[in-house]
């Protein structure tokens, strides 16, 4: 069981950036997915979330800017980014609870991808 995450790169300030992250393996069911992000010299913090009824919750920093969803028969969970700001400048992770059996869940983590912001 993995997660797969893409789509960073290098974008001005202002502009949009959207991320993916796909699930594979022998899932039965995902439960939250979201996504953290982790700049230089910080400590990871949360992004966004989203729950298997498409229930969200974003940090403060990012509301009105950033959208999570996810498509529940790809097991991919997305994140689209406007406004982008120099200080969003991070490697972003997606993150999952996973059953491979139920009623067990456990956490994984992507790979990372990096998104930066010039000014």
């Known amino acids: 069981v993995q997660l797969q995450a893409s789509g960073g790169g290098l974008v001005q300030a202002g502009g949009s950036l959207s991320l993916s992250c796909a699930a594979s393996?022998?899932?039965?069911?995902?439960?939250?997915m979201g996504w953290y992000r982790q700049a230089p010299g910080k400590e990871r913090e949360l992004v966004a979330t989203?729950?298997?009824?498409?229930?969200?919750h974003y940090a403060n920093p990012v509301k009105a800017r950033f959208t999570i969803s996810r498509d529940n028969a790809r097991n991919t969970v997305y994140l689209q980014m406007n406004s982008l700001r120099p200080e969003d400048t991070a490697v972003y992770y997606c993150?999952?609870?996973?059953?491979?059996?139920?009623?067990?869940?456990?956490?994984?983590w992507g790979q990372g991808t990096l998104v930066t912001v010039s000014s």
């Open positions: 993150n999952a609870d996973m059953s491979t059996t139920e009623p067990f869940y456990r956490n994984y």
């Open positions: 393996g022998s899932i039965v069911s995902i439960n939250v």
């Open positions: 989203i729950t298997s009824d498409g229930s969200t």
